[in-house]
């Protein structure tokens, strides 16, 4: 138990020195920009099955340290599954339709991202999480004609990555991460908002 | 920092899958049908039938027509009730039902209406045709219908044999609605009718 927190403190503080170095290595500012594949989970599967490879993101970060970084970020993915012609029963009512379910969802987190490894690393592994908001647009058609929903939902977003400059301390790097994406979204059938997404593209320390 | 507005709703417009885009005119028709769940539909034995159909239009005049369409309409109905048990009689020998038959050609973009909204409009069938001057429709509050801007074609069944019970009122106890791409085809009747009265099994009487 002591150990623990022997650990802990060293870590705090290994933080507040890296903080004093902070800016050494590259320029704070960074920009992230991804190409998003996300595979819908739960009821939201359950409304729209098929993997969204519709999908971005964007990203800005500032680095307080080598290690800690805090940002924002947004972006886009869109499902979709088609079902055949079905006879759906209401009360006193039946509607023969084909159906189109959809939604897009439009993300905007707060971000924190701890890297897990030292600046100069070929590989740096990291952990992140995001919160914030999302704007959810729930479009099924029945046939040609629409029912339409759009709500914004809380969104909490953890995610694993790494980032891989090209060359040592290059301000430019390959960066793949995955996330999981989490809000209590209710609309008819889907019941809350599951998405597991693989982002890859690129981050640029701009200033 | 608009444009860069402008590029973002770009990118979401252009990453989306559009529904509409590889929908066929079959799959773009949806078909309603509504019901009154008290009503006893074995319990009326005669219908009839207007002799024409009403066509409702919120751009030009109301007007009765008998298009070759319209004729297939009222053939393909009076055979659909017939082989469901009922006998078609002349509205003069005070049938059990009463049958109206319009189509709407509604250009508004409201996102939503009272059903039976077109029983109000100038053109729509008098209650005065079935012997019931000055009296109104009733459509039951639980009939619930879609959002759409198109061309549709409405059939109500109306309870006469009740009528004295109900208060100047003719109650709709059923009413199926073509909505879509290509409702106005002649081509299509048969199978969007079939599709109507197959999922309105409960439609026949005892014999």
Request: net charge neutral; with cysteine; hydrophobic share 40%.
């Amino acid at each position: 138990m002591k150990s623990i927190k022997t650990i802990i403190l060293v870590l705090i503080g290994s933080l507040g020195v890296s903080g004093a170095f902070a800016q050494s290595s590259r320029p704070p500012l960074s920009l992230n920009l991804n190409y998003s594949i996300a595979q819908p989970l739960g009821s939201l599967s359950d409304y729209a099955k098929n993997t969204s490879f519709r999908g971005w993101q964007i990203g800005l970060q500032y680095a307080l340290n080598d290690r800690l970084a805090l940002g924002l970020k947004t972006g886009f993915s869109d499902f979709y599954e088609r079902v055949p012609r079905a006879v759906y029963p209401g009360k006193g009512e039946d509607v023969s339709a084909m159906q189109t379910h959809t939604l897009q969802t439009i993300p905007i987190l707060a971000t924190v991202q701890y890297t897990l490894a030292s600046p100069e690393a070929r590989v740096m592994p990291y952990a992140g999480l995001g919160v914030g908001t999302a704007n959810m647009n729930y479009e099924k058609y029945w046939g040609e004609f629409v029912e339409k929903e759009n709500k914004w939902a809380f969104q909490v977003s953890p995610e694993l990555g790494v980032n891989v400059p090209f060359g040592k301390y290059s301000p430019v790097m390959l960066n793949a991460n995955v996330q999981y994406n989490y809000a209590p979204f209710k609309v008819n059938e889907i019941s809350n908002f599951n998405s597991i997404q693989a982002n890859i593209g690129v981050k640029f320390h701009i200033q | 920092m608009l444009s860069v507005l402008a590029a973002g709703a770009l990118l979401v417009s252009s990453c989306r899958k559009d529904p509409l885009k590889d929908m066929t005119a079959e799959e773009s028709r949806i078909y309603v049908t509504n019901y009154d769940e008290e009503a006893d539909f074995s319990s009326y034995k005669t219908f009839s039938i207007v002799d024409s159909v009403a066509v409702i239009s919120n751009r030009q005049g109301a007007a009765k027509e008998l298009t070759a369409y319209d004729q297939a309409l009222l053939t393909n109905l009076k055979s659909s009730m017939q082989s469901r048990g009922y006998t078609l009689v002349d509205k003069s020998a005070k049938p059990d039902l009463a049958m109206n038959v319009t189509r709407i050609d509604n250009t508004t973009t409201q996102v939503g209406y009272d059903p039976g909204y077109w029983a109000g409009w100038p053109g729509y069938w008098d209650t005065g045709y079935w012997g019931y001057p000055g009296w109104n429709y009733w459509f039951p509050s639980y009939y619930t219908v879609f959002q759409y801007n198109e061309k549709s074609v409405a059939v109500d069944l109306v309870d006469l044999k009740n009528a004295a019970s109900h208060g100047n009122q003719l109650t709709a106890i059923w009413n199926a609605q073509l909505r879509g791409t290509g409702v106005w085809n002649g081509n299509n009747l048969d199978s969007m009718l079939k599709a109507v009265f197959d999922q309105s099994q409960y439609l026949k009487t005892s014999n």
